[in-house]
Protein backbone atom coordinates (compact mmCIF):
# COMPACT_ATOMS: atom_id res chain seq x y z
CA UNK A 1 0.00 0.00 0.00
CA UNK A 2 1.22 3.81 -0.95
CA UNK A 3 0.34 5.99 2.33
CA UNK A 4 -0.11 9.41 2.00
CA UNK A 5 0.35 10.40 -1.34
CA UNK A 6 -2.95 11.54 -3.49
CA UNK A 7 -2.21 10.82 -6.81
CA UNK A 8 -4.62 11.48 -10.14
CA UNK A 9 -5.67 8.73 -12.32
CA UNK A 10 -3.61 7.55 -15.40
CA UNK A 11 -5.92 6.97 -18.65
CA UNK A 12 -3.96 4.38 -20.86
CA UNK A 13 -3.00 4.91 -24.60
CA UNK A 14 -6.18 4.90 -26.46
CA UNK A 15 -4.91 3.94 -29.28
CA UNK A 16 -3.79 0.50 -27.49
CA UNK A 17 -4.83 -2.80 -29.44
CA UNK A 18 -6.28 -3.92 -26.10
CA UNK A 19 -9.21 -1.81 -27.61
CA UNK A 20 -10.24 -3.66 -30.61
CA UNK A 21 -14.09 -4.16 -30.24
CA UNK A 22 -13.09 -7.92 -32.62
CA UNK A 23 -11.24 -9.30 -29.41
CA UNK A 24 -13.01 -7.01 -26.57
CA UNK A 25 -14.12 -9.38 -23.30
CA UNK A 26 -16.98 -7.47 -21.53
CA UNK A 27 -19.58 -7.44 -23.44
CA UNK A 28 -23.35 -7.35 -21.24
CA UNK A 29 -25.08 -9.70 -23.71
CA UNK A 30 -28.54 -7.97 -22.54
CA UNK A 31 -31.73 -9.20 -23.11
CA UNK A 32 -34.19 -6.28 -24.85
CA UNK A 33 -37.63 -7.02 -25.94
CA UNK A 34 -38.26 -7.56 -29.97
CA UNK A 35 -39.01 -3.77 -30.24
CA UNK A 36 -35.73 -2.70 -29.23
CA UNK A 37 -33.14 -2.38 -31.91
CA UNK A 38 -29.99 -4.30 -30.51
CA UNK A 39 -27.27 -1.65 -30.58
CA UNK A 40 -24.62 -1.70 -33.27
CA UNK A 41 -21.96 -3.39 -31.04
CA UNK A 42 -21.50 -3.89 -27.29
CA UNK A 43 -19.08 -1.76 -26.38
CA UNK A 44 -21.40 1.31 -28.20
CA UNK A 45 -23.92 0.33 -25.90
CA UNK A 46 -21.82 1.06 -23.27
CA UNK A 47 -19.99 4.06 -24.16
CA UNK A 48 -24.00 5.49 -24.80
CA UNK A 49 -24.91 4.08 -21.33
CA UNK A 50 -22.07 6.23 -19.58
CA UNK A 51 -23.09 9.20 -21.21
CA UNK A 52 -25.61 9.17 -18.85
CA UNK A 53 -25.74 7.62 -15.80
CA UNK A 54 -26.16 3.58 -16.27
CA UNK A 55 -28.58 1.63 -13.61
CA UNK A 56 -25.51 0.12 -12.50
CA UNK A 57 -23.87 3.17 -11.77
CA UNK A 58 -24.61 3.79 -8.18
CA UNK A 59 -22.05 6.49 -7.03
CA UNK A 60 -20.71 4.34 -4.58
CA UNK A 61 -18.76 1.70 -3.49
CA UNK A 62 -21.10 -1.59 -3.85
CA UNK A 63 -22.14 -3.07 -0.41
CA UNK A 64 -20.40 -6.24 -0.83
CA UNK A 65 -16.70 -4.51 -1.73
CA UNK A 66 -16.93 -2.18 1.55
CA UNK A 67 -17.53 -5.24 3.12
CA UNK A 68 -14.94 -7.24 1.68
CA UNK A 69 -12.34 -4.50 2.77
CA UNK A 70 -13.92 -3.76 6.45
CA UNK A 71 -13.27 -7.54 7.44
CA UNK A 72 -10.09 -8.15 6.23
CA UNK A 73 -10.49 -9.94 3.43
CA UNK A 74 -9.00 -7.94 0.72
CA UNK A 75 -4.98 -7.48 -0.01
CA UNK A 76 -3.32 -4.74 -1.67
CA UNK A 77 -2.40 -4.14 -4.51
CA UNK A 78 -5.59 -4.60 -5.76
CA UNK A 79 -7.02 -4.84 -9.43
CA UNK A 80 -10.55 -3.68 -10.11
CA UNK A 81 -11.56 -5.56 -13.75
CA UNK A 82 -14.46 -3.74 -15.23
CA UNK A 83 -14.17 -0.71 -12.99
CA UNK A 84 -16.84 1.59 -14.56
CA UNK A 85 -16.45 5.04 -13.41
CA UNK A 86 -14.04 3.81 -10.35
CA UNK A 87 -16.70 3.91 -7.02
CA UNK A 88 -15.01 0.81 -5.82
CA UNK A 89 -11.51 1.35 -7.09
CA UNK A 90 -11.52 4.98 -5.42
CA UNK A 91 -12.98 3.42 -2.39
CA UNK A 92 -10.52 1.11 -2.05
CA UNK A 93 -7.71 3.63 -2.27
CA UNK A 94 -9.44 5.99 -0.50
CA UNK A 95 -8.46 3.03 2.57
CA UNK A 96 -4.84 3.43 1.50
CA UNK A 97 -4.52 0.47 -1.12
CA UNK A 98 -3.05 0.47 -4.23
CA UNK A 99 -5.41 -0.30 -7.02
CA UNK A 100 -5.68 -0.39 -10.83
CA UNK A 101 -8.92 -0.21 -12.36
CA UNK A 102 -9.74 -1.51 -16.04
CA UNK A 103 -12.75 -0.97 -18.32
CA UNK A 104 -12.95 -1.47 -22.00
CA UNK A 105 -15.48 1.53 -21.92
CA UNK A 106 -13.58 4.17 -22.78
CA UNK A 107 -16.49 6.93 -21.28
CA UNK A 108 -16.68 4.84 -17.97
CA UNK A 109 -12.38 5.04 -17.46
CA UNK A 110 -12.89 8.84 -18.94
CA UNK A 111 -15.02 9.80 -16.17
CA UNK A 112 -12.88 7.34 -13.26
CA UNK A 113 -9.78 9.58 -14.33
CA UNK A 114 -12.50 12.88 -13.90
CA UNK A 115 -13.28 11.68 -10.41
CA UNK A 116 -9.66 10.52 -9.40
CA UNK A 117 -8.42 14.21 -10.59
CA UNK A 118 -11.09 15.86 -8.32
CA UNK A 119 -10.32 13.21 -5.07
CA UNK A 120 -7.86 13.17 -2.59
CA UNK A 121 -7.13 9.84 -1.57
CA UNK A 122 -4.22 7.93 0.33
CA UNK A 123 -3.39 4.93 -1.58
CA UNK A 124 -2.47 5.36 -5.00
CA UNK A 125 -5.28 4.49 -8.18
CA UNK A 126 -4.74 4.68 -11.63
CA UNK A 127 -7.15 3.74 -14.62
CA UNK A 128 -6.47 2.05 -18.03
CA UNK A 129 -8.61 1.12 -21.01
CA UNK A 130 -7.93 -2.41 -21.27
CA UNK A 131 -9.06 -6.14 -22.03
CA UNK A 132 -10.01 -8.42 -19.14
CA UNK A 133 -8.59 -11.43 -21.51
CA UNK A 134 -5.35 -10.05 -22.11
CA UNK A 135 -4.54 -9.12 -18.09
CA UNK A 136 -0.97 -10.74 -18.77
CA UNK A 137 -0.09 -7.70 -20.49
CA UNK A 138 -0.56 -5.36 -17.67
CA UNK A 139 3.21 -6.64 -16.69
CA UNK A 140 2.16 -6.35 -12.62
CA UNK A 141 0.67 -9.03 -10.24
CA UNK A 142 -1.61 -8.47 -7.72
CA UNK A 143 -2.77 -9.94 -3.98
CA UNK A 144 -6.78 -9.26 -4.93
CA UNK A 145 -8.80 -9.03 -7.89
CA UNK A 146 -12.40 -7.80 -7.49
CA UNK A 147 -14.78 -8.02 -10.38
CA UNK A 148 -18.07 -6.22 -9.75
CA UNK A 149 -20.43 -6.49 -12.50
CA UNK A 150 -17.87 -8.19 -15.39
CA UNK A 151 -18.52 -12.24 -14.94
CA UNK A 152 -22.08 -12.03 -16.12
CA UNK A 153 -21.40 -9.60 -19.20
CA UNK A 154 -18.65 -12.27 -20.50
CA UNK A 155 -19.96 -14.76 -23.40
CA UNK A 156 -20.10 -18.71 -21.46
CA UNK A 157 -17.48 -19.27 -24.06
CA UNK A 158 -15.03 -16.66 -22.90
CA UNK A 159 -14.94 -17.13 -19.16
CA UNK A 160 -11.88 -20.26 -19.05
CA UNK A 161 -10.32 -17.52 -21.01
CA UNK A 162 -11.17 -15.06 -18.53
CA UNK A 163 -10.34 -17.49 -15.59
CA UNK A 164 -6.91 -17.81 -17.36
CA UNK A 165 -6.21 -14.22 -17.29
CA UNK A 166 -6.96 -13.70 -13.93
CA UNK A 167 -4.66 -16.41 -12.81
CA UNK A 168 -1.82 -14.87 -14.88
CA UNK A 169 -1.95 -11.52 -12.65
CA UNK A 170 -2.61 -13.06 -9.02
CA UNK A 171 0.36 -14.29 -7.09
CA UNK A 172 -0.04 -17.70 -5.51
CA UNK A 173 -2.58 -17.31 -2.56
CA UNK A 174 -4.22 -14.42 -4.03
CA UNK A 175 -7.79 -13.92 -4.76
CA UNK A 176 -10.09 -13.01 -6.79
CA UNK A 177 -13.84 -12.01 -5.70
CA UNK A 178 -16.45 -12.04 -7.82
CA UNK A 179 -19.98 -9.91 -7.51
CA UNK A 180 -22.44 -10.87 -10.20
CA UNK A 181 -25.76 -11.17 -11.10
CA UNK A 182 -27.44 -14.28 -10.12
CA UNK A 183 -29.63 -16.61 -11.58
CA UNK A 184 -32.17 -16.15 -8.69
CA UNK A 185 -33.41 -12.90 -11.24
CA UNK A 186 -36.61 -13.16 -12.66
CA UNK A 187 -36.15 -12.73 -16.58
CA UNK A 188 -36.74 -10.26 -18.56
CA UNK A 189 -34.64 -7.34 -19.12
CA UNK A 190 -30.91 -7.56 -17.54
CA UNK A 191 -27.64 -9.36 -18.28
CA UNK A 192 -26.92 -13.02 -18.32
CA UNK A 193 -28.15 -15.03 -15.31
CA UNK A 194 -25.23 -17.04 -13.79
CA UNK A 195 -25.43 -20.06 -12.00
CA UNK A 196 -23.25 -21.63 -9.13
CA UNK A 197 -22.30 -24.18 -11.29
CA UNK A 198 -20.98 -21.58 -14.05
CA UNK A 199 -18.47 -19.86 -11.68
CA UNK A 200 -17.61 -23.71 -10.80
CA UNK A 201 -16.96 -24.68 -14.45
CA UNK A 202 -14.94 -21.47 -15.34
CA UNK A 203 -12.25 -21.77 -12.30
CA UNK A 204 -11.29 -25.16 -12.05
CA UNK A 205 -7.68 -26.03 -12.57
CA UNK A 206 -5.05 -23.78 -10.31
CA UNK A 207 -8.11 -22.20 -8.40
CA UNK A 208 -9.91 -23.27 -5.23
CA UNK A 209 -13.44 -21.85 -4.86
CA UNK A 210 -13.52 -21.13 -0.87
CA UNK A 211 -17.25 -19.89 -1.07
CA UNK A 212 -20.05 -18.62 -3.55
CA UNK A 213 -22.24 -16.84 -1.13
CA UNK A 214 -26.15 -15.18 -1.74
CA UNK A 215 -25.98 -11.47 -1.85
CA UNK A 216 -27.14 -8.27 -3.63
CA UNK A 217 -26.05 -5.99 -6.51
CA UNK A 218 -27.17 -2.57 -5.94
CA UNK A 219 -28.37 -0.35 -8.20
CA UNK A 220 -30.51 2.56 -9.37
CA UNK A 221 -33.19 0.29 -10.85
CA UNK A 222 -36.98 0.83 -9.02
CA UNK A 223 -36.43 -2.40 -6.99
CA UNK A 224 -33.25 -1.15 -5.78
CA UNK A 225 -31.00 -4.22 -4.93
CA UNK A 226 -30.65 -7.20 -6.98
CA UNK A 227 -30.00 -10.40 -6.37
CA UNK A 228 -25.96 -11.60 -6.81
CA UNK A 229 -23.88 -14.05 -6.17
CA UNK A 230 -20.48 -13.33 -4.41
CA UNK A 231 -17.90 -15.94 -5.21
CA UNK A 232 -14.44 -15.99 -3.22
CA UNK A 233 -12.16 -17.56 -5.33
CA UNK A 234 -8.18 -18.58 -4.50
CA UNK A 235 -5.13 -18.65 -6.94
CA UNK A 236 -3.32 -21.89 -6.04
Known amino acids: MLHGFPTAAMVADTN ?7 TRAGACRHRTPATEPAPANQMQFFDHAYEGTPTWDIGRPQGAIARLASSGAIAGPILDVGCGTGENSLYLASL ?9 ARAAIE ?11 SGRVDFRLWDALRLDELGATYRTAIDSGLFHCLAPEQRAAYAASLHAVLSPGGRVFILCWSARNPFGLGPERIRKLDIRGSFRSGWSIEAIDEDSLETLLPAGAVHAWLARIRRI
Open 16 to 22: SPHNDPG
Open 96 to 104: GYEVLGVDL
Open 111 to 121: KAGAKAAQRTV
